[in-house]
């Protein structure tokens, strides 16, 4: 029965619940604007289709038979069910919808996408969302899982890449302990290059060797730490708008006389632009740092 039901057409189901709401073949065939003989023929194959009498003919009218009321019953489903779906696509078809799946370096994940998030889903209410927030390393590795990917430092390969801004990196030190040299180093875990940026600069800076004794795997824990008068280290500027001038120095970190900078990038296959949801996070992703 399962395979019969699967070569069923809609139209098929249409026609049987006609059959059954007109009585007749004729009254049938006027509603659904074709021949009488069609509609008989099309009622003997999908009896043959079922293997059973859906309707007794007689000269008045048409009796369901005892299996013909199961088949009607599940045809009259299928049809309300396709009216249902059609009522749906024809108020929602402009309208943006779906799901979208986006990753994210840590940092982007404490800092701006929680905002972005927030006038996504004011925009476009019916839309999931799915986030993976993670070392840009753990981002590119999962590349795959993922519609939009935000990550730092290098471009993904095989990727359209969009740089979004680059950050410029400030020492932060507390003034309430300024000059201190045996304030803790705080590391936060990056890629080899950066940090070995950051190290000249401080062995540069302090003319001592640097030696981090706090290493943590977030800037945002780094970030905590500095905010509690902990340490000193290096941050981007994205982090720093917490920092009250008053109680603390940023000073602009310069390496052989150039910024230190790090790059930030949202990455995408082009053919994911073909979903309307993830087309609208990336410009909507591009006009929030545009405006910022």
């Known amino acids: ?49 079922w293997g059973v009498k859906i309707f007794v003919r007689t ?40 799901n979208l799946s986006i990753g994210v370096s840590s940092l982007i994940g404490h800092t701006i996408l929680p905002e972005i998030v927030a006038q996504y889903l ?4 019916n839309v999931n969302i799915k986030i993976k ?9 999962e590349q795959n ?13 095989n990727k359209q890449n969009e740089l979004l801004f680059i950050d410029k990196h400030y020492l932060v030190t ?32 302090f003319n001592r060797k640097y030696d981090p004794q706090i290493k943590v795997d977030q800037i945002a824990t ?11 280290t290096v941050l981007p500027e994205i982090v720093l708008d917490d920092f009250d001038e008053d109680k603390f120095n940023l000073d602009e970190v310069l390496f052989d006389d150039r910024p230190i900078t790090r790059d930030t990038y949202i990455a995408f296959d082009n053919s994911v632009l073909e979903l309307p949801q993830v087309k609208a996070f990336l410009t ?3 006009t929030f740092v545009n405006a910022s």
Do not use: W
Request: glycine share 4%.
């Open 133 to 141: 927030v993670g070392s840009s390393q753990q981002i590119i590795e």
């Open 59 to 98: 000269k008045k009218e048409l009796y369901v038979t005892g299996e013909g009321e199961k088949i009607i019953e599940h045809a009259r489903s299928v049809v309300e069910k396709e009216s249902l779906v059609k009522e749906y696509i024809r108020i929602n078809q402009n309208s943006i919808q779906g």
């Open 174 to 205: 507390p003034k309430s302990n300024e000059g201190d040299r045996s304030l803790p180093i705080i590391e936060f875990q990056a890629d080899p290059i950066y940090l070995s940026e950051i190290e000249q600069f401080f062995e540069q800076r």
């Open 122 to 125: 004011n925009l476009y209410p």
């Open 1 to 49: 029965m399962y395979e019969r039901m699967l070569a069923m057409k809609v139209d098929d189901y249409k026609l049987l619940v006609t059959l059954d709401e007109t009585k007749t073949l004729r009254r049938a065939a006027e509603k659904l604007f074709i021949s009488q003989p069609a509609v008989s023929q099309r009622l003997k194959s999908i009896e043959d289709e």
């Open 145 to 157: 899982d993922f519609h939009i990917s935000i990550v730092r430092g290098n471009r993904m390969m």
């Open 222 to 232: 780094c970030r905590a730490l500095l905010l509690e008068g902990i340490g000193v």
């Open 284 to 286: 909507l992703v591009r």
